[in-house]
């Protein structure tokens, strides 16, 4: 059984900080591309950052030089450190992950809200 569990998300003042957490278990994580996507309310959901099992990174350009996608494989973990946030920020964040080896094989996350207030 693969589960992905998200934490961290909140409520949280224009240009404050919050960190995202997902933990990953049913996996082998070190062998997997993990990310973290966003869906505010009626909208699509969008890719947020992403994380290659050889920690290469990639941003959307809203994002860049505000958050940080990190993994810790010893802990089966990768988080999202945002800062300066902004309203635009708020939507339900998702972790995802997907294998290195077969792309068919695809996990989400419920879901942590993050609220960003003006």
């Known amino acids: 059984q693969v589960q992905l569990v998200e934490s961290g998300g909140g409520l949280v003042q224009t240009g404050g900080s919050l960190r995202l957490s997902c933990a990953a278990s049913?996996?082998?994580?070190?062998?997997?591309?993990m990310a973290w996507y966003r869906q505010a309310p009626g909208k699509q959901r969008e890719l947020v950052a992403s994380i290659t099992s050889r920690y290469d990174t990639n941003y959307a350009d809203s994002v860049k030089g505000r958050f940080t996608i990190s993994r810790d494989n010893a802990k089966n973990t990768v988080y999202l450190q945002m800062n300066s946030m902004k309203p635009e920020d708020t939507a339900v964040y998702y972790c995802?992950?997907?294998?290195?080896?077969?792309?068919?094989?695809?996990?989400w996350g419920r879901g942590t809200q993050v609220t960003v207030s003006s």
């Open positions: 049913g996996i082998i994580f070190g062998i997997t591309k």
């Open positions: 995802n992950a997907r294998s290195a080896l077969n792309s068919d094989y695809t996990y």
